[in-house]
């Protein structure tokens, strides 16, 4: 499985970013794809998980704000990032997994992940 994120950069307060996340080698279409980031000297956080059923769930942190979309043609899922703020400040990361229950799986599948800066 290899997963390549793009899309990041430098963006002032309340703009916009779109994000990518190419994938290949999944062994079937079923598989949940995570958006995670982490900040220096945080942990990672979840942000967002687009599953393979179409929908889409978010932390509270990015709650209205962030939206997952898919291309099945280009296997790439997408991640859109509006009225973004200094603590959006990241490496953003996509990862393979599957939600039960309401609880998200990842694998070790991770991609090289991509800078977002957030500042004036």
């Known amino acids: 499985v290899q997963l390549v994120e793009s899309g990041g950069g430098w963006v002032q307060p309340g703009g916009s970013l779109r994000l990518s996340c190419r994938y290949s080698?999944?062994?079937?279409?079923?598989?949940?794809i995570g958006w995670f980031r982490q900040a220096p000297g945080k942990s990672r956080e979840r942000i967002a998980v687009?599953?393979?059923?179409?929908?889409?769930y978010y932390a509270d942190s990015v709650k209205g704000r962030f939206s997952t979309s898919k291309d099945d043609a280009k296997n790439t899922v997408y991640l859109q990032m509006n009225n973004l703020k200094p603590e959006d400040t990241a490496v953003y990361c996509c990862?393979?997994?599957?939600?039960?229950?309401?609880?998200?799986?990842?694998?070790?599948?991770w991609g090289q992940g991509t800078q977002v800066t957030v500042s004036s």
């Open positions: 080698g999944l062994p079937f279409s079923g598989y949940d």
């Open positions: 990862n393979t997994g599957t939600t039960y229950r309401g609880t998200y799986y990842g694998t070790d599948s």
């Open positions: 687009h599953e393979a059923t179409g929908t889409s």
